[in-house]
């Protein structure tokens, strides 16, 4: 059982930044595929990035790649993810979810992850 907690939401202009958390409890982030994913208003979830277990690997979605980082602290047991350069269309409420199968064809795949965040609002303004 993995208990994941998201913070760090806000609202931001365009081009800021803003670092969102996701706190894990019950399993070790190291040993855990932990996914960030978003969703706006009347649109479905979209995968954002991951960060694989064990070995760390990080994914990205095309609309996020270069101005988003995902990374995790194993000593804070915390994933995080930084998000440079913000728009408009970064606004959505943003979900951590995680993981502890081997998921490496579905990482993106939001029915992949059987545990979830109740997520937290970013809003860019123009």
């Known amino acids: 059982q993995v208990q994941v907690m998201e913070s760090g939401g806000g609202l931001v202009q365009t081009g800021d930044s803003l670092r969102l958390s996701c706190a894990a409890s019950g399993r070790t982030v190291r040993s855990t595929t932990v996914a960030w994913f978003r969703q706006a208003p009347e649109k479905e979830r979209e995968f954002v990035a991951a960060?694989?277990?064990?070995?760390?690997?990080?994914y990205y979605a095309d609309s996020v790649k270069g101005r988003f980082t995902i990374s995790r602290d194993n000593a804070e047991n915390t994933v995080y993810l930084q998000m440079d350069s913000l728009k408009p269309e970064d606004t959505a409420v943003y979900y951590c979810?995680?993981?502890?199968?081997?998921?490496?064809?579905?990482?993106?795949?939001?029915?992949?992850?059987?545990?979830w965040g109740q997520g937290t609002q970013v809003t860019v303004s123009t």
């Open positions: 960060v694989r277990r064990n070995g760390g690997y990080t």
């Open positions: 979810a995680a993981t502890t199968s081997e998921i490496l064809s579905a990482i993106r795949s939001a029915d992949a992850y059987y545990y």
